[in-house]
């Protein structure tokens, strides 16, 4: 039996940015003292399921999706818990503080989260540092990229492009993030001249760097849930054109009504402004999922990601057509125990 409800009722007592801060250092700290890390090995880990995608062998499919793990300072914790991949990030290019708090709330009720926080972290040098002691194959390990708050729309692209100049080398795979509702006017990145014009030049600057690299990093873009048919549309025939790997779908939502279940009627935070993660936002992240595998059709490569909280939904989103899966608000309301869960049932 799982002990991970009474924790979280204790966790729950708190304030949620300090709890995440807190089991974020332990299993950091975890992940650096060999036996600890070992016994968290053997009671997490799962049987290997080796997969192919975008030329890399993940063990399995589930993986940490963005934010959980901003600066990269407990990947070596995470790896220990089962997961096949972890994305890092969203790093940007200067440490910057993020949004004023409270900017992160718990709806229980719903099983969701409320977050604002506006890419706060410590800047690529720093993250920098923290990937260059990565043991080569331990983990597949992304790195999902934004701009900075003060970096003005028109001139973005130069800190997509320093940080893949800086990340390139030192991840496993990287992902241009235009879909944080919290960045004001990042995701007009999402609209067609914008992402052809910074994909291009990703575009370009992965081709005169591949040979001194030695290898080709794959590039992957991640969406909103809350783009149109044409706005979709436009994405695909984008990344399709400028050769990007893949697509991570979904962000969180900014929307609020008509979700199943009904935040509104459920929980008094559903009114805190920012991006909605969790239960009530699988039904848009599925539907997008089950879209973009009709228009991209067989060979495009999706990462599924929003509302998975168990096997059902991880089952719901792989029948959909995502060749790998993400959690981020599931491992909060049911543990670590999420990812054996998933795969072993
Ligand atoms: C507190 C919090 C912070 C997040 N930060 C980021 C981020 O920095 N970059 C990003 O691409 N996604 C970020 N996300 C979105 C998640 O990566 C994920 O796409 C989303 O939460 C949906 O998955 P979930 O329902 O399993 O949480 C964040 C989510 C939460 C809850």
Same mark, same amino acid.
């Given at each position: ?89 969203? !790093?940007?290019? /200067?440490?910057? &503080? ?5 900017? %992160?709330?718990?709806?229980? $009720?719903?099983? =969701? @989260? ?104 794959? !590039?992957?873009? /991640?969406?909103? &849930? ?5 706005? %979709?549309?436009?994405?695909? $025939?984008?990344? =399709? @054109? ?104």
């Amino acid at each position: 039996m799982s002990l991970y409800p009474i924790v979280r009722e204790i966790l729950f007592r708190f304030d949620p940015e300090v709890v995440h801060k807190l089991t974020l250092n332990l299993i950091g700290l975890c992940g650096r003292v060999p036996p600890i890390a070992f016994l968290l090995r053997h009671i997490y880990s799962v049987p290997a399921q080796p997969i192919e995608c975008f030329g890399l062998t993940f063990p399995n499919r589930i993986g940490l999706a963005a934010g959980y793990d901003k600066d990269g300072t407990a990947w070596h914790g995470l790896a220990c818990l089962g997961f096949g991949h972890i994305e890092i990030g969203t !790093v940007t290019p /200067k440490a910057q &503080p993020g949004n004023p708090k409270p900017r %992160l709330f718990r709806l229980p $009720e719903a099983q =969701a @989260l409320i977050n604002r926080m506006g890419f706060p972290g410590r800047g690529a040098e720093f993250v920098a540092r923290q990937l260059r002691r990565k043991i080569p194959a331990e983990v597949i390990l992304g790195v999902n990229l934004g701009k900075n708050k003060d970096t003005p729309l028109e001139r973005a692209a130069e800190d997509y492009l320093t940080l893949f100049d800086i990340f390139a080398p030192l991840a496993d795979y990287l992902v241009v993030n235009v879909s944080s509702p919290n960045t004001l006017g990042l995701r007009q990145l999402q609209a067609r001249q914008a992402l052809d014009e910074l994909l291009d030049k990703l575009y370009q600057r992965r081709q005169e760097t591949q040979k001194a690299l030695g290898k080709r990093v794959p !590039v992957l873009v /991640k969406i909103a &849930p809350d783009l149109a048919d044409r706005e %979709l549309d436009d994405v695909l $025939e984008v990344v =399709a @054109l400028r050769g990007m790997d893949g697509i991570i779908a979904t962000n969180t939502t900014v929307r609020r009504q008509d979700l199943t279940p009904d935040i509104l009627k459920l929980s008094p935070n559903a009114s805190e402004s920012g991006g909605l993660s969790g239960l009530p936002l699988f039904w848009l992240s599925l539907a997008m999922v089950r879209k973009i595998r009709q228009r991209a059709g067989e060979r495009l490569p999706i990462i599924g990601v929003g509302g998975i909280m168990g096997r059902d939904q991880a089952k719901a989103m792989l029948d959909a057509g995502a060749n790998l899966l993400q959690v981020y608000t599931g491992l909060v309301y049911r543990g670590p125990g999420l990812v054996k869960e998933i795969v072993v049932g």
